[in-house]
């Protein structure tokens, strides 16, 4: 089976040599999505010394800001938010960030609710929080 590979120019670059998504029949696959911002490629609610320490964090901007950039995205390669049919997610701090992230996830999913799954991890490749892992099903 063929497939089709997008690049997302509305959305941060991805981190090393893949595409933001690719889709195989009516299935659309994204790469793991955080919450960097697509402009500047800072991480919101993350502020660092000059050292590496947090001197701000708000988890709840990242959870937002990662939301932001699946739309991206998704709508980049043909898809709407409603055409995700699974939302995989990867918090480095289950126990700090599994309430926040569960609160605003059901501020976006009201009325559409894929199937989910939560993972606790110990890092992910940059200063960030979540990641998000998403296959959605689109039309011809």
């Known amino acids: 089976m063929a497939?089709?590979?997008f690049d997302a120019n509305s959305a941060p670059k991805p981190v090393g040599l893949y595409p933001h998504a690719r889709r195989a029949g009516n299935l659309l696959f994204l790469s793991g999505i955080g919450p960097r911002d697509p402009k500047t490629?800072?991480?919101p609610g993350l502020e660092q010394s000059g050292s590496g320490n947090y001197t701000s964090f708000d988890f709840e901007a990242q959870?937002?800001?990662v939301f932001q950039n699946v739309r991206r995205v998704l709508a980049d390669s043909?898809?709407?938010w409603e055409d995700?049919?699974?939302?995989t997610v990867f918090l480095t701090d289950m126990k700090r960030d599994f309430h926040t992230y569960n609160r605003?996830?059901?501020e976006y999913f009201k009325d559409h609710q894929p199937c989910r799954t939560t993972v606790g991890i110990d890092s992910l490749p940059t200063p960030i929080a979540i990641e998000l892992k998403c296959i959605?099903?689109?039309g011809d």
């Not at 995700?84 to 939302?87: G, K, S, T």
């Open 104 to 106: 605003v996830y059901a």
């Open 136 to 138: 959605a099903a689109v």
């Open 3 to 5: 497939s089709e590979k």
């Open 78 to 80: 043909g898809a709407k």
């Open 63 to 65: 959870c937002h800001a």
């Open 84 to 87: 995700l049919i699974d939302v």
């Open 41 to 43: 490629d800072g991480v």
